[in-house]
């Protein structure tokens, strides 16, 4: 449940606030306006139960930092996605809590201060073809472990050297993961080869790699919705961060 939710309920049971003005205050529990440029869905992570994800692109490291530090009140982690060298050192100049940035997939996570991470519950694989897609998967990985979910992830594995996914393959069965995230750029061969292999489901994640036309993952992001393997679903091209939401929302139910 949201903190916020537990004080108004509190207040309520202790005599503090009245059952009208509990009722005004429902009403606007759902949002938070910040400036005149954000209504932020605060509610999200208590009624989806995944985190908070700020895209960064497009916002001033004023605007970012507002954004985050908004959140924070409402909930104990923020994901930001695509974000600059810049905006990461606003938010671990400016955020007091925890902020880890991977430079790699441009997440910055950010935890409030004294919040524990949350209690492990199930595990998830995440490969990617080449090291040209393991910025998209490293955005699944940041989602997943923000929601308390283990990864287990191989790079570098694709079709172009297929001998090189049996052992990975086989690592993930051994860890028990319920769901696979698989980033592939270029034709986008790999997520079907994956699918035909395991039985569990598969989250293909074309990437904006590739050679002239197609190449900015349109070839990739078609292969894979025209693929004749079973039991494999696809976000958007470079959407590590939804491919790696439906692998943890999957991860997590199995596991309970």
Known sequence: MDPSLEELLADVAAGRSSAADAADRLRRFGYSAVGDYARLDVSR????????????????????????????EHGPVVLCSRVSPEQA???????????????????VVVRRA?????????????????TSDVAAAGEAVAMCRAMGVAVVTAYDVGVAGLH????????????????LVVAAGMEGALPSVVAGLVDVPVIGLPTSTGYGFGGRGEA?????????????????????IGAGATAALIARRASA
């Open 220 to 240: 990739a992001l078609l292969g894979m919705l025209q693929s004749c393997s079973p039991g494999l679903a696809v976000v958007n091209i470079d959407n590590g």
């Open 114 to 130: 004294g919040s524990p991470p949350p209690q492990e519950r199930g595990a998830v694989g995440i490969l990617a073809a080449g």
């Open 89 to 107: 050192e606003a938010l671990t100049g400016g955020v007091q809590g925890e902020v880890d940035h991977d430079e790699r997939s441009r997440v």
């Open 45 to 72: 992570a208590a009624r989806k139960g995944v985190p908070e994800v700020v895209f960064a692109e497009g916002k001033t490291n004023e605007q970012l930092l507002a954004i985050v530090v908004r959140f924070l």
């Open 164 to 179: 090189r996914l049996a052992a990975p393959l086989e690592e993930m069965r051994a860890a028990g993961v319920s769901a």
